[in-house]
């Protein structure tokens, strides 16, 4: 068998991000899915490293997957990674595992060690709708709940994303948290995510005051480049600490291993290299009783399957995301969406990832730039 072409398709959800899909073919018919990680005014990009990875590609196996993704890194890459870089090689990855899945007859998780688990759990995000009041956000959280999770995750902090905020900012954050905390009950898990926005000494002093309403975790309270700095946040607070997400390739979490750094892990399957990757990344983290808990802001469709594959194989998979503001697109697009039931996702066990796509509902929702930011705006919004 070998590869014959390589598709990306950028589609633009009415919300959010542009999303990127892309599809390899064969010579056998056979044909595999893989979604690779954007943000906002950096999705060409990751498609223009596929259209030169390209002919990197046509007349392989398929099935060799450990040795393309090497080649890649080596001869392609020169062996300098980048985010751009490691979301284009993380969605052709996705591709190959389901094609080999298909051609082996097998799910993907059979072919990477078998089950674990016979159910994902799975956390709601893209709930929250920006910088709400705390009314706001409890009536919101309570909707959540009402639907089914068990979980749910929000940035509290209000305004734009600066190192340095006022004590007002720091107030608003921690009554963001109690107002979701009384909306849900104690029984919910309340996820607070910091989006590697704040010094540590902010970050230090909003988690020893949302402590007392239990936050299930504290997601990325500073930059995971600095990982002495994240470490020595988790050494003053009382919450477990989660990074990852911004981190690509087991290279780069070894530090946060050997400085202890973290509790729970959070890389992307989408961008972190893949789903061998992650599965490697997670076998790391076993001996220092680390967690994983697999980023998804990407679709709830391919993305999605290849965090459930992964999720499944791993023992120390503890909660995954899931994008509730694009479950409506995924169920239009994908021709066997996932189905949330009280707050978990139970595992295909169709041959590759378990799901597959339907290109003319993609060709609905066509790419959409998105506009200039002048000057005079950022000054506008900054402090």
């Given amino acids: 068998m070998q590869i014959t072409d390589i598709k990306t398709f950028l589609i633009h959800p009415g919300r959010a991000k542009n999303l990127c899909f892309v599809k390899i073919e064969t010579d056998e018919g056979i044909y595999g899915w893989g979604e690779c990680y954007t943000q906002s005014d950096r999705d060409l990009q990751i498609t223009a490293h596929i259209d030169q990875i390209r002919r990197y590609l046509i007349g392989r196996d398929p099935t060799n997957i450990k040795h393309f993704m090497q080649m890649a890194f080596d001869d392609f890459a020169g062996r300098r990674g980048a985010m751009d870089y490691y979301c284009a090689i993380s969605g052709l990855e996705h591709a190959m595992w389901d094609i080999a899945g298909k051609a082996y007859g097998a799910p993907v998780h059979k072919l990477i060690g078998g089950a674990c688990r016979d159910k994902i759990r799975v956390y709601a995000n893209g709930w929250s709708g920006g910088n709400p009041t705390p009314d706001a956000l409890a009536e919101r959280a309570s909707e959540v709940i009402e639907a089914g999770?068990?979980?749910?995750?929000?940035?509290?902090?209000?305004?734009?994303?600066?190192?340095?905020?006022?004590?007002?900012?720091?107030?608003?954050?921690?009554?963001?948290?109690?107002?979701?905390?009384?909306?849900?009950?104690?029984d919910v898990d309340i996820l607070v995510e910091m989006h590697r926005r704040l010094a540590p000494m902010h970050a230090v002093r909003i988690a020893h005051d949302i402590e007392q309403f239990r936050p299930?975790?504290?997601?990325?309270?500073?930059?995971?480049?600095?990982?002495?700095?994240?470490?020595?946040?988790?050494?003053?607070?009382?919450?477990?600490?989660?990074?990852?997400?911004?981190?690509?390739?087991?290279?780069?979490?070894?530090?946060?291993?050997?400085?202890?750094?973290?509790?729970?892990?959070?890389?992307?399957?989408?961008?972190?290299?893949?789903?061998?990757?992650?599965?490697?990344?997670?076998?790391?983290?076993?001996?220092?009783?680390?967690?994983?808990?697999?980023?998804?802001?990407?679709?709830?469709?391919?993305?999605?399957?290849?965090?459930?594959?992964?999720?499944?194989?791993?023992?120390?998979?503890?909660?995954?995301?899931?994008?509730?503001?694009?479950?409506?697109?995924?169920?239009?697009?994908?021709?066997?969406?996932?189905?949330?039931?009280?707050?978990?996702?139970?595992?295909?066990?169709?041959?590759g990832l378990g799901i597959d796509l339907d290109e003319e509902r993609l060709a609905a929702y066509p790419y959409k730039p998105f506009p200039a930011r002048s000057p005079a705006q950022y000054w506008e919004e900054g402090p």
Wanted: hydrophobic share 45%; net charge negative; charged share 25%.
């Fill in 149 to 186: 999770f068990t979980a749910l995750k929000f940035d509290p902090i209000p305004g734009p994303w600066r190192t340095y905020v006022s004590k007002d900012v720091e107030r608003a954050a921690v009554e963001n948290v109690r107002a979701v905390r009384e909306a849900v009950g104690p």
């Fill in 216 to 351: 299930f975790w504290y997601e990325e309270p500073v930059l995971a480049e600095n990982i002495p700095a994240l470490a020595s946040v988790r050494q003053k607070i009382n919450i477990p600490v989660v990074t990852g997400e911004e981190l690509y390739t087991k290279f780069e979490f070894r530090e946060v291993f050997e400085k202890q750094a973290a509790d729970i892990l959070n890389p992307d399957v989408c961008n972190v290299g893949g789903i061998l990757e992650l599965k490697e990344i997670a076998a790391m983290a076993e001996p220092y009783f680390v967690v994983i808990s697999p980023h998804n802001f990407n679709s709830t469709t391919v993305g999605l399957a290849a965090t459930i594959q992964v999720s499944a194989a791993i023992p120390n998979f503890l909660i995954t995301e899931y994008f509730v503001n694009l479950e409506e697109l995924g169920k239009d697009i994908a021709k066997t969406p996932f189905e949330v039931r009280d707050g978990y996702i139970q595992l295909p066990d169709a041959p």
